[in-house]
T-cell receptor
Framework: TQLLEQSPQFLSIQEGENLTVYCNSS?????LQWYRQEPGEGPVLLVT?????EVKKLKRLTFQFGDARKDSSLHITAAQPGDTGLYLC??????????FGTGTSLTVIP | NAGVTQTPKFRILKIGQSMTLQCTQD?????MYWYRQDPGMGLKLIYY???????DKGEVPNGYNVSRSTTEDFPLRLELAAPSQTSVYFC??????????FGPGTRLTVL
């Protein structure tokens, strides 16, 4: 059973296009994190959202936490080749564990 | 600050062999984690530790063992390697349950 489902699984777009990646769950999370992972490296944290309905912006990236704290989205405006990578959402359970989503592999073509 | 370091970077094992994946962090984090990542997939938690001398199972612990004798080190032991353990292994550390800092990974192939 996958606690966090991400969609789409793969995305290939042209430079300059916009895109949205989704992270959905049937469970409520106290917070959700988004990571980006480049080939051959470990994931790096982009943002943590903690309040239902929260919107955070990181340059061209906009993160939203759903009102019910069961889902989150990542929107990228005017994608660049440097945005290429695997995007992962992650959320803590009631203990000290984190569940990671299935991941979205993004390729931005110059 | 080196952050989280992992050794080796690559390893090929034969079925039934044993090995230890090393993980060291120099950030004085009390929480440490071991994940495995299969091709095109997210990460699955194998074991974690909330401090020296304390370890607990994650989502996929079978076939693995860990120890945490110091704050800095969190080695992962594979006793009888199986092809199903072919994966990329990531170690991470954090303060409490905050931002996780990941190592560069160990790519393991079991033939």
């Amino acid at each position: 059973t996958q606690l966090l489902e991400q969609s789409p699984q793969f995305l290939s777009i042209q430079e300059g296009e916009n895109l949205t990646v989704y992270c959905n769950s049937s469970s409520v999370f106290s917070s959700l994190q988004w990571y980006r992972q480049e080939p051959g490296e470990g994931p790096v944290l982009l943002v943590t959202v903690v309040t239902g309905g929260e919107v955070k912006k990181l340059k061209r990236l906009t993160f939203q936490f759903g009102d019910a704290r069961k889902d989150s989205s990542l929107h990228i405006t005017a994608a660049q080749p440097g945005d290429t990578g695997l995007y992962l959402c992650a959320g803590p359970n009631t203990g000290n564990q984190f569940y990671f989503g299935t991941g979205t592999s993004l390729t931005v073509i110059p | 600050n080196a952050g989280v370091t992992q050794t080796p970077k690559f390893r090929i094992l034969k079925i039934g062999q044993s090995m230890t994946l090393q993980c060291t962090q120099d950030m004085n984090h009390n929480y440490m984690y071991w994940y495995r990542q299969d091709p095109g997939m997210g990460l699955k938690l194998i074991y974690y530790s909330v401090g020296a001398g304390i370890t607990d199972k994650g989502e996929v612990p079978n076939g693995y063992n860990v120890s945490r004798s110091t704050t800095e080190d969190f080695p992962l032991r594979l006793e009888l390697a199986a092809p199903s353990q072919t994966s990329v292994y990531f170690c991470a550390s954090s303060y409490v349950s905050g931002t996780q800092y990941f190592g560069p990974g160990t790519r393991l192939t079991v033939l």
